[in-house]
């Protein structure tokens, strides 16, 4: 048999339209009638529940409902009725165009987009012919010069965009901490002397302010440290990297090396800090190695020690960038 | 005449006067529209934008977009006295001392997670159904731009309260600007108006998320349905629908009253989850500051498989030359969602250079009847999937005790391997589908009437299907792969040789097709025996 003789099924055309009860049962189209004023009223209710609840209810009172738990009642009706006055409205009109609507399909023509073919030839013909009247393309000079014009223009507003703000400068590099900076808790400010941290504690601290100078959230981005106490036998770092911690107190930069969020959970258990954005895990006891996560680079080690009061304070400024990664950034 | 009739005929007359519009809308009001539940799924999308527009302009009457100090002085007692930027006071106060605020708050919430929820479903119905092919690639194409935008509005905001959790959000979207080589930290600065997070990322965010973008979706939806409408709805395959007609219901009354019906019910859906389900409850994580965060830190949804993609990214930085360039910010922040999107956008093109179909279609595919396509939109939701799950690594690990580690390494394996999985997966229960139709179709369906033959075997009765389900089965087109020709008819080799080899394998793999059961083939086996 060749492909030719092959019969395919035929298209048996739109089957027959089967009229509902209430297109030819007038108690059934009353019927319907009916359910969808009833759909308007219960429209009509919840519209009555939102302005009455928003104009009686007290703002205070809270109820208590099973799954979504405690709820502030005035929010609650309003919402209620709001959601009651719109979805009551669109099922009666729902319900009202299912039943009561004409519900014969109808058969609209297409027609393909490609225009008659003499239509395209004299459209093409206008274009050469209109077009070509602006002689374009025998002007070079007007066509080279109009490209640069226009080239030209557009980086306007993008030159008009440099004030947004200033060049980052040497900003992403520096932090507040220089050399003999105390140490101070966030909140409260208070200078820290090794007594006030245990072993296994850990505090968050900021550099001391100088007179005259206020704390923005700028400073703390870049700022924040992480103290955390060990046994300094926990301890696995180089001679150098010992030599920055005061009697197992080890500071470490909070803002993560990867995304900059601040890397809040320390596990006492593990001795390890976990970024809550994306997990990227550190090892206290090796200089915050990364160990886990999409971090490229240990979280930065604040050298600190003593000062003649008995005070934390830093003994360097961070000896690295702190924070994410940026083109600029030089050190490994 | 009635007293309505000579009402309407003059409001007609007084229109068609000045504008010449009765045929056109005589026309219009009569346009048919083909009806399917699937359709509804960008009327949602719609429908909550509209909701968007009108709770946002609600909030934007108390909203104040400043990074100003304030002292919190309003009726939420655990904040009091705390300092915080006027954003956030006014968002409590939105939701604490404006009868409405809150449910309002939450109703735009609600709506923006609908709306995208929407876009992504009418995206999908619309890629495997193969709608997108020619005449619409062009608004193919503005629907990947209405998503991408979507996500960015969506993410600028529910940075805007300025709170604990968003914040965070604005510091990771930072870093990302922050890695672009070469322009990063400038542009960081430039977007900042210097060091994080500064005084003006409010203000700007907001002008962008009130005006710049829902003007762009204006815009842009403006053309898209202009364009549907213009086009003319597709519709699906079955008795009386061909390429050439369009089977519906008339605009006037019918569609009036759905479309109009269905967005009560889609603001009466988001105003009851705005009453009863509380949403990013902002005044539980308080005012932002960098050096604060809380644990289980999440993004939306539509945003979460960005997430997900940067946590499992490998620890990679390239050092040299006194430069740093973060692959593991680039990478999942830049590089794979920009092809995921690019490929996108250019899947209508791909697909009708790998078919060479070059024709209108305004039919829609049952997905079974492109295995190709179809297997590769399960592939691309699966990908999705496998970094969507492992943005809510840390959640699952808490909630089912699970080690985080085993997740991400779980995801990190599972993002290549399972991929290509479902997709051969995919292939083959389509074409095991179309083996079903083909059965269905030859030997009728089963009864579940078991008869004795005099013999003693058992068969079950199959009854013949209805000549419309038959065409319905059977009607789809079956495309012939492209061969592979290296010369031509004089034994000159093709340029491109190695571009035609590969399309024509593309081709071949993309005409894999069981063939559709013919009536020819019916016929033999009614004549012969069972």
Redesign the interface.
Known sequence: ?TNN???????????EHIHRKADHDEKAAKTAERQVAILFLL?AVGTVLAIGS?IFMP?DVVIF?PI??D??A???????G?????????????????TL???T??????H??RSEESDREDFVATVKEQGGSAGLGRRTLIKRSLGLAGGLAALTPIVM??D?????KK??ETTSWEAGTRLVT?PGDRPIKPSDLEVGAVA?V?PALKDGEERT??N???D?VLLIRLNPSEFNLDSERLSWTHDGIIAFS??CS?????V??YEQQTKHLLC?????TFDVTRAAK?I??????PLPQLAITLDSEGYLVAKQPFTEPV?????????? | MSQKERIIGGVANYVDERTGAAKWLNKNL???FPDHWSFMLGEVALYSFIILLLSGTFLTFWFDPSQRDVIYNGSYMPLQHVQMSAAYASTLHISFDV??G??MR??HHWAALLFMAAIIAHLLRVFFTGAFRK?REANWLIGVGLVTLGIVEGFLGYSLPDDLLSG?GI??A???L?????????I???????????H?FIPRIYTVHVLLLPGAFLALITIHLMLVWY??HTQYPG??R?????????LM??YM??A??????????T??L?????INPIWLYGP??????????QPDFYMGWL?GL????????T?AF?????W??LI?GLIVPGILFTGMALYPFIESYISGDKR?H?LLDRPRNVPNRTALGVMSLTFIMVVLINGG??LIATHFHMS??QI?WMSRIGVFILPPLSFVITKRICLSLQRADRDL?LHGRETGRLVMLPHGEFVEVHEPIS??K??TL??HEQPKAIPHVSEDANGVAKPKSLVNKLRSRMSTANAEQRPA????E??ELEGGHH
């Open positions: 048999m003789s092959i019969e395919k099924f035929q298209d048996p055309g739109l089957p429209s928003y703002q409902i979504m738990g709820q502030n005035a929010q609650l009706f309003l919402g209620l709001i959601a009651m006055a719109t979805f009551f409205l669109g099922m009666g009109a729902v319900h009202w165009a299912k609507m004409p519900d399909e109808v058969v609209a023509e297409r393909e987009f965009l440099r947004l703000g200033p060049q980052p900003q992403l966030d968050q900021l959230l700028e703390i981005g870049k924040a909070k803002i990867h995304m900059g969020c601040a809040a959970l809550p954005c994306h997990q990227s990364v886990f996560g999409p971090a490229a680079r924070g994410p990664s940026f083109w600029e950034r030089n050190t490994k | 009569k346009k048919v009868r409405g809150l449910l939450q109703i005449p965070t510091r990771i930072e870093a990302i922050q890695a672009i080589p070469v322009v990063g930290s400038y960081a600065f430039f977007a900042f108006g210097g060091a994080f997070p500064g003006v086009q003319k008795p009386g061909t390429e050439k007609n369009v089977v519906g219901y008339p009354p019918v009253a759905k109009g019906g269905f967005f009560g019910i889609v603001f009466g859906v105003a009851f705005g009453a009863v389900a509380s932002y500051t960098p050096g604060q965060i809380s644990a289980g830190s997430d940067v946590r499992m990214s490998p620890p990679i930085e050092h006194g430069h740093t360039i973060s593991n910010i999942p209108e305004h690594n840390d985080i580690n991400m179709v000549a419309e038959a065409w059977t009607s059961a013919t009536a020819t019916a016929k």
